[in-house]
């Protein structure tokens, strides 16, 4: 039992209140114990290498492939879900999360309206139950009433990444008539 590995956490504030931040830092500065390990890992974390050093062709090689591989993912989870019937989505774009709007009929509103619970929520309990793909429900969100949503990542190698679009696309199409067992 426990955790293995390192945790570290990083605090970006713009446009924030100097009073605020004066705060945030006391609050930072009370921990009598600094772990020291945790902030060279941040310092590493957030500090490129030096561009004549040894180790900047790599970091930047690796940089510019992950940047490109979620593009790629990005696209091509924008493209498939505008595919699927009852499903449409937003280009994603500087995030890692796409947010399809879904429209959800039959079963799964019957089941939400004896439950007393959004449609999404249980879309996406459904979803997680019969695919075992997580999916976060919109109504979390404050989405606009009447519409529904899910939340998912795109950060799934590429090839996982398929077979969970295929999987969402089969769940869609299947969620209306139920899976009476």
Known sequence: TGECGLRGGLVHCHNVDPAVID?????????LCS???GQALMASVVTD???????W?????????????????AQ??????????????QPIEGAM????????KGYVVKKAISLATP?????????????GIVTVPGS????KPGTFHFRMTILPDEETLEKVLQDIETFHKQHAEGWFQ
């Open 23 to 31: 705060q945030m830092y006391k609050l930072a500065s009370i921990s």
């Open 35 to 37: 772990n020291v390990l």
């Open 49 to 55: 290498p030096p561009k004549d050093g040894p180790s």
């Open 57 to 73: 062709e790599s970091f930047e090689g690796t940089r510019r492939m992950v940047h490109e591989q979620l593009r790629r993912k």
């Open 76 to 89: 091509r989870v924008t493209e498939k879900l505008n595919t699927i019937d009852g499903i449409s989505c």
């Open 97 to 104: 999360y796409a947010f399809p709007r879904v429209t959800i």
């Open 119 to 131: 449609a999404d929520q249980i879309y996406c309990l459904e979803m997680v139950d019969r695919t």
């Open 140 to 143: 979390g969100f404050g989405q």
